[in-house]
């Protein structure tokens, strides 16, 4: 099992930046894919970025492609979500999610096993 805890959310002005931090417990955090979502009131989560076990790959959602940067250190279970240029859309509850799983696809929230508790993050027009 594997607990994730997220930090590094606030409240900014349009065209700052932010990094969030997600923190992994256990020793086989190498072995999950990881992926950010975000979710806005009123609305669906939503895939944010994703990447691969060995950092390898990443996969972005278009609305973010070019502005965010995720990456992941193993050797401190940690995985982060760079967030440049925000902008007020880009308000929501930001949630890490670990997946063991092998599928082809990063985008669906329900193939990820575990869930952080999520950070807010505010962009101020």
């Known amino acids: 099992q594997v607990q994730l805890v997220e930090s590094g959310g606030g409240l900014v002005q349009a065209g700052d930046s932010l990094r969030l931090s997600c923190a992994a417990s256990?020793?086989?955090?190498?072995?999950?894919?990881m992926g950010w979502f975000r979710q806005a009131p009123g609305k669906e989560r939503e895939f944010v970025a994703g990447i691969s076990r060995s950092g390898g790959s990443t996969y972005y959602a278009d609305s973010v492609k070019g502005r965010f940067t995720i990456s992941r250190d193993n050797a401190k279970n940690t995985v982060y979500l760079q967030m440049n240029s925000l902008k007020p859309e880009d308000t929501a509850e930001y949630y890490c999610a670990a997946d063991s799983g092998y599928s082809a696809s990063y985008f669906y929230s329900y193939k990820y096993d575990y869930w952080g508790q999520g950070t807010q993050v505010t962009v101020s027009s």
């Open positions: 256990g020793r086989t955090f190498s072995s999950y894919r």
